[in-house]
């Protein structure tokens, strides 16, 4: 599991992740990559990959130890290119707990829409209209 904030990971390590998983797997869709920022009063989580029943484990945990802290979570999916059922399941468990679900792209945008309890939406249209490759600052969530 990879946790770190994107100050310390800036965009060339992140093209480089990508080269190594295409080498290393021959797809990226069979990867994940977990990431940890915390700005301000809030925990941004950033999940990448493929969110299927061999990582839901790896994503709770990540987002019961940023509850534990008290400030609120977010669950930004970037650059996902599947979520499995297991994965689904587990976005409505984190949901019904308090994270909020964000995506970036219309497919994952979509997703996190239908997935949401009633009554929670958050603005992503323009959450997703503020976030940049690099991920999201202070000022984005």
Known sequence: ????????????EDLDWIQECNLTCGRLSDMLRVTKAEPWERTII?????????????IETSCHEAQSSG????????DVGDIDEDGRAMLRRLAAKGVQLVGKGVYTCF?????????TQVSATSVNNRISDSGPTEQEL
């Open 1 to 12: 599991m990879l946790l770190s904030s994107p100050k310390q990971q800036p965009l060339a």
């Open 46 to 58: 950033t999940i990448e990959g493929k969110v299927s029943s061999d990582y839901v484990e790896l």
């Open 111 to 119: 997703l996190v829409r239908a997935l949401r309890p009633a009554g």
């Open 71 to 78: 400030k609120q979570v977010y669950l930004l999916l970037r």
